[in-house]
């Protein structure tokens, strides 16, 4: 069962990222795009992301409450150390959920909106930022249990290079997420074209922004090298992600849309498994070379609970938010509706 | 203010922040699915156009609901971990069903609020319908978890050890039920209330009375049940409490001395240094009876409590007069407005019913708010009854402080967003709605 509990874990983690990254980028591509642009982008955000994006959300939750109910110790040692990247991280999904509510469902069009939209879009950035720091540090073995000053325990165990790097990473991947799930949902070719030269864009970013991340791994002696390569399973994974993103390449160089999204989920999920496999089971590292595994779960019997709750949960909500997502993707079914406003 | 007491400060701000908009969250979607099947049966327009302002309002409370129980999530280790690290496993089962009821609420309402006319009608009356299910349910499992912090079960506590560990005992404590039908009818007298009389404030400015009497009539009626029903549920728990957290009831009642034929007082001023009540009205043997159904018999004051067990008297003393009385109050208004009903009575319409409702708005709300002071406050200095105290759990980060400084600031900002987006709301109801309200040509 524990097996059972850690791929719910690993696959609401590589979900939420997918998924609420897509949402995530939406933001990020507002804050880059220009007066006209940003209409485009935040009329398609609406009727795409406005049904979905609560329940994209979600997966963070049960991420959380997979690691406290089974892996006390991981969850509490992180609450600890990173507690302020995690109250930062924190305070941009509060601004970017209730921003985006209170701009759509504001009655009256006015000023506020500019408020909302402002805060919205720096709330985009900033969440998927310190979640790149948090996870970054929570690998990189700098989290320092044995500290004797403030600094030394909880900052300089996240502020450093390489989970910097790791943010700015997560951010691009979030925003080349977004752009390519919003080219096939554009209704116009120039709007098309439009999400193309981001997508484009955020993938150059995320490309500069993954060199820095081996650079910082470098500078902080960070083995980054040894856990992409130094087994079978991350470096094939490197290996299929890096050959997809030559294909996306000349799919897009030859504007054939379909795949692209499918290969973008696939880098990503490459990566993901990359980094992870790598690190299994020894989750989180400290300075001192010592960690946590996910061997060490909590109780047994609680373990076998969590697993059964999560298998009965997910024939719930499985189809439910496959449904979801599926109905109002394919819009061209039903009439669009007019709301009289 | 040291960091325990602002850890304490900010997890108390941030529950009583988030269960204003859990309850809105879990309640008002039953108010949508009644009005959105009269629309569906009756096919007039009012009613379609009374679920569509509902649910604006809805989405802006599960939001804002949605991402303070997320922080939540985060907030029980970044303030609790020595607590969090034990009791994680023990009481993580209502916690992780609330995450798929939780889930399911979110995915329901994506449904709800963007499928008017591209499903099924009764398909998409039945999304809505299912957002109030789930989110009663999340609500109720929040609950259990917080009933098993005051009566804890389900494993053994030997030298420091957490053994024996059984998730599903410690779900179904002993408290579970009382709790959760207290918290249940709680949200929905308190969101009734408040729903009933903003509909009755806008009755007495005769704006669009068409629309807002009829929201007034389906609020109504559940805060009138729930809030009668609630004096039952309370008397419930205050035995239960009275057996199973006899400091809680003695600080309650400012009990300080156990006794025979004790008095239920009301009111009063607590004398924390002569151990005594000033001002208080008392009702003799009345607590004896609520809490062993006897006139007659014994109940444990303060002084059978060791003096560091004890928790604060006069905060819990207060919330539980506070509770009670506009509890009392709230049965009272049910009272007459439901009597207006049976026997057909004309006043049940008239200005001073409505404006005993506009006066009552806050009510339910100030009640959960005491409520849950009530029992958190009455719980210390544990965070686990009799196993591990509150200072025990709090996080070595220095400076906790600050970060409380941070939430009040979000907190109050977000509290106040919300208002100014409902008066609005509120405020276009007559702009956005109230053309077709006489046209009725429009289908579906």
């Given at each position: 069962?524990?097996?059972v509990?850690?791929?719910y874990?690993?696959i609401s983690?590589?979900?939420y990222l997918l998924l609420?990254?897509?949402?995530?980028?939406?933001g990020?591509?507002?804050l880059?795009?220009?007066?006209?642009s940003?209409r485009?982008?935040?009329?398609?955000?609406?009727r795409?992301?406005?049904?979905i994006?609560?329940?994209?959300?979600?997966w963070?939750?049960?991420?959380?409450?997979?690691?406290f109910v089974?892996?006390?110790?991981?969850?509490?040692?992180v609450?600890?150390?990173?507690?302020?990247?995690?109250v930062?991280?924190?305070m941009g999904?509060i601004?970017?959920?209730?921003?985006f509510s209170f701009?759509?469902?504001?009655a009256v069009?006015d000023q506020?909106?500019?408020?909302?939209?402002?805060?919205f879009?720096?709330?985009?950035?900033?969440?998927?930022l310190?979640?790149?720091?948090i996870?970054?540090s929570?690998?990189?073995g700098?989290?320092?249990?044995g500290?004797?000053?403030?600094?030394?325990?909880?900052?300089?165990d996240?502020?450093?290079?390489?989970?910097?790097s790791?943010g700015?990473?997560t951010?691009?991947i979030?925003?080349?997420?977004?752009?390519?799930?919003?080219?096939?949902?554009?209704?116009?070719?120039?709007?098309?074209?439009?999400?193309?030269?981001?997508?484009k864009?955020m993938?150059?970013g995320?490309?500069?922004?993954?060199?820095?991340?081996?650079?910082?791994?470098?500078?902080?002696?960070i083995?980054?090298?040894?856990?992409l390569?130094?087994n079978q399973v991350s470096?094939?994974?490197?290996?299929?992600?890096?050959?997809s993103l030559?294909?996306?390449?000349?799919?897009?160089?030859k504007?054939r849309?379909g795949l692209?999204?499918?290969?973008a989920a696939f880098?990503?999920?490459?990566?993901?498994?990359?980094?992870?496999?790598?690190?299994?089971?020894d989750i989180?590292l400290f300075?001192?070379?010592?960690?946590?595994?996910l061997?060490e779960?909590?109780?047994?019997?609680?373990?076998?609970?969590?697993?059964?709750a999560l298998?009965?949960?997910?024939i719930?909500?499985?189809?439910?938010?496959?449904?979801?997502?599926?109905?109002?993707t394919?819009r061209?079914?039903?009439?669009?509706?007019h709301?009289?406003e | 203010?040291n960091?325990?007491?602002?850890?304490?400060?900010?997890?108390?701000?941030?529950l009583g922040?988030?269960?204003?908009?859990?309850?809105?969250?879990?309640?008002m979607?039953?108010?949508?699915a009644v009005?959105h099947?009269?629309?569906l049966k009756?096919?007039?327009?009012v009613?379609?156009?009374?679920?569509?302002?509902w649910?604006k309002?809805?989405?802006?409370?599960?939001?804002t609901?949605?991402?303070?129980?997320?922080?939540?999530?985060?907030?029980?280790?970044?303030?609790?971990?020595?607590?969090?690290k034990h009791?994680?496993p023990?009481?993580?089962?209502p916690?992780?069903l609330?995450?798929?009821a939780?889930?399911?609420?979110a995915?329901?309402?994506?449904?709800?609020?963007?499928g008017?006319?591209?499903?099924n009608?009764?398909?998409?009356?039945?999304?809505?319908?299912?957002?109030?299910?789930?989110?009663l349910?999340?609500?109720?499992?929040?609950v259990s978890?917080?009933?098993?912090m005051?009566d804890?079960?389900g494993?053994d506590?030997v030298n420091?050890?957490?053994?024996?560990?059984?998730?599903?005992?410690?779900?179904f404590?002993?408290?579970?039920?009382?709790e959760?039908?207290?918290?249940?009818?709680?949200?929905f007298a308190?969101?009734?209330f408040?729903?009933?009389?903003v509909?009755?404030m806008?009755?007495?400015?005769?704006?669009?009375?068409?629309f807002?009497t009829r929201a007034?009539k389906?609020?109504v009626?559940f805060?009138?049940?729930?809030?009668?029903l609630?004096?039952?549920?309370?008397?419930?728990?205050?035995?239960y409490?009275?057996?199973?957290q006899?400091?809680?009831?003695?600080?309650?009642?400012?009990?300080?001395?156990?006794?025979?034929?004790v008095?239920?007082?009301?009111?009063g001023?607590p004398?924390?240094?002569?151990?005594?009540?000033?001002y208080?009205i008392e009702?003799?043997?009345?607590?004896?009876?609520?809490?062993?159904?006897d006139?007659?018999?014994?109940?444990?004051?303060?002084?059978?409590?060791?003096?560091?067990?004890?928790p604060?008297?006069a905060?819990?003393?207060?919330?539980?007069?506070?509770?009670v009385?506009?509890?009392?109050?709230?049965?009272?208004?049910?009272?007459?407005y439901?009597?207006?009903v049976?026997?057909?009575?004309?006043?049940r319409?008239s200005?001073?019913?409505?404006?005993?409702f506009?006066?009552?708005i806050p009510t339910?709300?100030?009640?959960?708010?005491?409520?849950?002071?009530?029992?958190?406050v009455?719980?210390?200095?544990?965070?686990?009854?009799?196993i591990m105290?509150?200072?025990e759990?709090?996080t070595?980060?220095?400076?906790i402080?600050y970060?409380f400084?941070?939430?009040?600031?979000v907190?109050?900002?977000?509290?106040f967003?919300?208002?100014f987006?409902?008066y609005?709301?509120?405020?276009?109801?007559?702009?956005?709605?109230?053309?077709?309200?006489?046209?009725?040509l429009?289908?579906n």
């Amino acid at each position: 069962m524990l097996y059972v509990v850690i791929a719910y874990l690993w696959i609401s983690i590589l979900l939420y990222l997918l998924l609420a990254g897509a949402d995530f980028g939406a933001g990020i591509l507002e804050l880059f795009s220009s007066k006209k642009s940003k209409r485009v982008t935040r009329k398609l955000m609406y009727r795409i992301m406005g049904p979905i994006w609560e329940a994209n959300h979600m997966w963070l939750i049960i991420s959380i409450v997979i690691l406290f109910v089974g892996f006390p110790e991981i969850y509490t040692t992180v609450s600890v150390y990173l507690h302020i990247p995690l109250v930062l991280m924190l305070m941009g999904i509060i601004a970017r959920g209730t921003a985006f509510s209170f701009r759509n469902y504001d009655a009256v069009k006015d000023q506020m909106q500019i408020i909302y939209s402002r805060i919205f879009v720096y709330a985009s950035v900033m969440t998927p930022l310190f979640l790149g720091i948090i996870a970054g540090s929570i690998v990189s073995g700098k989290i320092n249990s044995g500290a004797d000053s403030f600094a030394g325990a909880f900052i300089t165990d996240w502020l450093n290079w390489f989970p910097l790097s790791v943010g700015l990473f997560t951010v691009f991947i979030c925003g080349f997420l977004a752009s390519v799930y919003l080219i096939n949902e554009s209704d116009t070719e120039p709007e098309r074209i439009q999400f193309l030269a981001r997508t484009k864009n955020m993938n150059i970013g995320a490309f500069v922004s993954g060199a820095l991340v081996f650079a910082a791994a470098g500078a902080e002696n960070i083995p980054i090298s040894q856990w992409l390569f130094g087994n079978q399973v991350s470096s094939t994974a490197i290996v299929s992600a890096l050959l997809s993103l030559a294909l996306f390449w000349f799919l897009m160089y030859k504007r054939r849309y379909g795949l692209l999204r499918i290969l973008a989920a696939f880098q990503v999920t490459m990566i993901f498994i990359a980094v992870t496999y790598s690190h299994f089971p020894d989750i989180l590292l400290f300075r001192n070379g010592k960690s946590i595994s996910l061997y060490e779960a909590g109780d047994n019997h609680t373990i076998k609970a969590l697993g059964w709750a999560l298998l009965i949960g997910s024939i719930f909500i499985l189809p439910a938010v496959f449904y979801l997502i599926y109905s109002f993707t394919e819009r061209k079914i039903y009439p669009v509706y007019h709301e009289q406003e | 203010m040291n960091d325990f007491l602002a850890a304490r400060s900010q997890m108390a701000l941030s529950l009583g922040f988030h269960i204003i908009f859990s309850c809105i969250g879990m309640v008002m979607p039953f108010f949508m699915a009644v009005s959105h099947f009269y629309w569906l049966k009756t096919q007039n327009i009012v009613y379609r156009n009374i679920t569509k302002a509902w649910s604006k309002g809805v989405a802006i409370f599960f939001a804002t609901g949605a991402v303070s129980g997320t922080v939540l999530s985060f907030e029980l280790g970044l303030l609790w971990p020595e607590f969090m690290k034990h009791a994680g496993p023990i009481f993580g089962m209502p916690f992780s069903l609330e995450g798929t009821a939780f889930f399911i609420e979110a995915i329901a309402l994506g449904f709800f609020l963007y499928g008017w006319d591209r499903f099924n009608r009764w398909f998409h009356w039945f999304t809505g319908l299912v957002v109030g299910i789930s989110g009663l349910a999340s609500g109720i499992l929040v609950v259990s978890a917080n009933s098993w912090m005051n009566d804890p079960s389900g494993f053994d506590y030997v030298n420091g050890q957490y053994l024996n560990i059984d998730p599903i005992k410690a779900m179904f404590n002993p408290g579970w039920y009382q709790e959760a039908l207290h918290m249940s009818l709680a949200a929905f007298a308190a969101t009734g209330f408040a729903v009933a009389g903003v509909h009755a404030m806008m009755i007495l400015r005769r704006k669009n009375i068409n629309f807002h009497t009829r929201a007034f009539k389906i609020a109504v009626i559940f805060a009138a049940i729930a809030a009668i029903l609630q004096p039952f549920s309370g008397d419930k728990s205050a035995r239960y409490v009275g057996q199973r957290q006899p400091a809680k009831l003695a600080a309650m009642e400012a009990l300080y001395y156990t006794g025979n034929s004790v008095p239920l007082i009301i009111g009063g001023i607590p004398d924390n240094k002569n151990k005594k009540v000033n001002y208080a009205i008392e009702i003799p043997g009345l607590l004896s009876f609520m809490v062993n159904r006897d006139f007659h018999s014994t109940v444990k004051g303060l002084d059978r409590i060791l003096p560091e067990d004890q928790p604060p008297v006069a905060i819990t003393h207060y919330a539980f007069q506070v509770m009670v009385g506009l509890g009392m109050l709230m049965m009272l208004i049910a009272f007459i407005y439901l009597s207006g009903v049976i026997f057909q009575k004309k006043w049940r319409n008239s200005k001073w019913v409505l404006r005993l409702f506009v006066f009552a708005i806050p009510t339910g709300f100030i009640a959960v708010e005491a409520g849950w002071t009530l029992t958190e406050v009455g719980r210390q200095p544990w965070i686990l009854q009799g196993i591990m105290r509150t200072s025990e759990a709090v996080t070595p980060m220095p400076g906790i402080i600050y970060t409380f400084y941070l939430f009040t600031a979000v907190y109050i900002s977000l509290a106040f967003a919300v208002i100014f987006l409902l008066y609005r709301q509120i405020k276009m109801v007559g702009k956005i709605y109230d053309i077709p309200e006489n046209i009725n040509l429009q289908k579906n």
